[in-house]
């Protein structure tokens, strides 16, 4: 015998919805779903934290659910959760044999960082163009200490990575997976 269920919406015991079903099928698992970035305004031209960070207000750049959040540099999650933090980086590096690297530094103890993603461009020619990409998955548990940030580095004289107001030429994107492990 099968039974047919008909809702469009599914609450919590606090009467707050936490599940959709539109007219046409779509369920909207609202809590669920996550999705932020953050983009370089400025180049970075020594070697340091990247700190100067924001929303792309594009006519098509949109987040999606909670934001996250940045201050000098250091990226807090919104709530607790596993994410997927990828990251792009447009970096020129001015000499043949200079090398600059973008990495992804995470703390758990909202002190102390350690090297999560390490990649690198450049060591060719005279002047180097390069976009480089880094990604991790991180555990989330608490909001208070665990947190990120971007680090440029071994950035020689007249090598920089990327950073524009009007474009993502240097990027972070942080994607909610599932609860924290």
Known sequence: MSSVL???AIQNTAGT???TIDSGGVVNLSSTVMYDTYRLTSDLTASGDMT???????????????SMSVSSGIFTFPRTGV???AYFAGVDTAAADSLA?????????NSNYDLLVYVRAGGGSDLDYATVSGEAVVNISDLSNRKVKLVGD???TGSVISGHTD????YISFQYLAPPQ
Do not use: M
């Open 17 to 19: 919805s936490a599940l």
């Open 6 to 8: 008909k809702v469009d």
């Open 154 to 156: 071994s950035l020689s």
């Open 52 to 66: 100067a960070w924001e929303k792309p207000d594009d006519a098509l750049a949109v987040s999606v659910g909670d």
């Open 101 to 109: 690297s973008v990495e992804l530094h995470g703390t758990t103890d």
């Open 83 to 85: 994410y997927r933090v």
């Open 167 to 170: 474009r993502n030429d240097t």
